[in-house]
């Protein structure tokens, strides 16, 4: 029977086997070879190199147009494309990669990681997961994630894209796990859900208001407790919240503990935080998005006493382990929890028996993303490259040099410590007698932009109890300590220059 949208047959037609195709390969795969291999021997020049020119300038105008040109439709030779990136692109890089680059929190990528991206694309898997290598290696990384970070086995975890999607991955879980309920099938709608609530301290990145918005709490019931003076959550302001929200009827779903926070390192009291989440039959969640790596270190390890019991932990091999982006990474204690929060099969995708899709445990089912790259190769690689060691120790060089930068603060009349150096993250900025508070503000501002724009060094700003500071987190395996004794110095000395500058009122 003849389907009622095929079209009328048409007797010109070629034959399916005359049909040719389209290929996107190349003509000539020597020529293409060749530029290829010129393209690595460039990029190894320029990571050689990477230190002797500035971390970051400004893209300059004419070069803006130039990139923003119409879609091409006609075909321009390979080796001239590569032309325009050397020339285009190559020259205004992030400045991640340079040694003296410390914002926000951006790892550094490594050269062997890169080429194992290269890789991982020649080979282009898709990673929802069927029966192939790659998912074996995946599962595998997944598994040295939770050995290296003292997790037990029996649990689950997924490669993301980010800290944010492996946080907002774990509430998604802690939601289906605890509602008692089919959420999935109700949602925040059903008459059986309850008001939930979820506790974190003020200090807790962005991932959780953008997480809660999205899993259809609001905001609103995303509780931001008030921190210590090392940053850090106080668990008997927790404990009063929790208890005025349950006499208001609300249920607490989830506790947040931040190993490491993003504004400065700081590490809560997980050990605390898990025990008030058992007495209130919530979900413990730890965000160590570059934190929970320094367990790599057995001298700082210490430091994140209680991180295994969380019940989630979410991590970024982006940033501490300095694989390039994209590798986030969440892992679950609870057998079975996150399969159940996300396993959907509908018959276009439902696994087989046997043959490609005779694999039990895709990663489809472990999160919301269907396709998905292949992450876990460049992990995989680095880390039977490198050994876990390695990653230990430039983790620890990384915490004695923001220590030593602190104390070199402490010492400079010049320069002012903004905030406890808990881990690897330095908050600090210039100071002068007689200015008002808004004028040092204005005044680390300005300095700030000027180190970024001189090409001297890449610090971030954030705001403190104190004021605005300078913000050094060091995830950079590339920084030795001169590098950050120079940046001191230019601190310094950027003040004296623009500390009676007119942009200083
Ligand atoms: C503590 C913390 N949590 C979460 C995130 C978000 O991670 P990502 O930028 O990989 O989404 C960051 C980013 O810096 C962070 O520092």
């Given at each position: 029977m003849s389907h009622p949208a095929s079209p009328p047959e048409d007797l010109e037609a070629p034959e399916l086997a005359e049909l040719g195709g389209d290929t996107l390969d190349p003509r000539d795969w020597g020529e293409l070879r060749a530029l290829g291999h010129r393209m690595i021997d460039d990029m190894f020049a320029f990571l050689e190199t990477v230190r002797e020119r500035p971390p970051w300038r400004p893209v300059p105008r004419e070069i803006e147009a130039q990139l923003r040109q119409p879609a091409p439709s006609d075909a321009t030779p390979f080796a001239e494309v590569y032309r325009d990136f050397t020339k285009l692109v190559l020259p205004y890089p992030n400045g991640n990669i340079h040694p003296r680059f410390w914002g926000w929190v951006q790892g550094t990528g490594t050269p062997f990681a890169m080429l194992a991206d290269l890789l991982a694309s020649g080979l282009n898997p898709q990673m929802a997961g069927f029966a192939h290598a790659a998912v074996i290696v995946e599962q595998t990384v997944i598994s040295w994630c939770q050995q290296l970070l003292g997790f037990g086995g029996a649990g689950s975890g997924l490669l993301t894209s980010g800290g944010t999607m492996a946080n907002l991955t774990a509430v998604a879980v802690a939601r289906h796990a605890l509602a008692g309920f089919d959420v999935r099938a109700g949602g925040l709608q059903d008459p059986a859900c309850p008001r939930w609530v979820v506790y974190g301290s003020t200090?807790?990145?962005?991932w959780a208001r953008k997480s809660m918005e999205l899993l259809g709490f609001g905001h609103r019931a995303l509780r931001l407790i008030d921190v210590d003076d090392d940053y850090r959550i106080s668990v008997a302001k927790l404990r009063a919240r929790l208890a005025a929200d349950r006499a208001a009827g609300l249920t607490p779903l989830c506790i947040l503990g931040n190993a490491g926070t993003v504004n400065t390192g700081a590490i809560d009291d997980l050990h605390a935080l898990a025990d008030v989440a058992a007495e209130h039959g919530a979900w413990f969640h730890v965000d160590g998005a570059f934190g929970a790596l320094a367990y790599l270190s057995l001298d700082h390890r210490e430091l994140l006493r209680g991180m295994q019991r969380a019940d989630s932990l979410a991590f970024d091999l982006h940033k501490w382990m300095s694989m390039p982006f994209e590798a986030g990474c969440v892992l679950v204690q609870r057998p079975g929890a996150q399969r159940d929060a996300f396993v959907y099969h509908p018959a276009y995708i439902a696994p087989t028996a046997r043959g490609v899709a005779g694999n039990p445990s895709p990663f489809a089912d472990l999160g919301i993303e269907l396709s998905r790259g292949f992450k876990a190769l460049k992990i995989w690689m680095s880390l039977k490259a490198h050994g876990s060691d390695a990653f230990g120790a430039a983790i620890a060089a990384n915490i004695r040099q923001a220590q030593a930068l602190g104390r070199r603060v402490e010492r400079s009349a010049r320069l002012q410590l903004m905030a406890p150096v808990s881990l690897n993250v330095v908050c600090f900025r210039y100071r002068r007698d007689g200015l008002s508070a808004a004028q040092l503000d204005a005044l680390n501002q300005e300095v700030l932009l000027q180190l970024q724009e001189r090409g001297i060094a890449v610090p971030s700003g954030t705001t403190l109890r104190g004021g605005f500071a300078l913000r050094v987190a060091n995830v950079n395996h590339r920084t030795v300590g001169a590098d950050l004794e120079a940046l001191a110095q230019a601190v310094e000395r950027l003040g004296d220059e623009l500390g009676g500058a007119p942009a200083v009122r």
């Open positions: 200090e807790t990145h962005s």
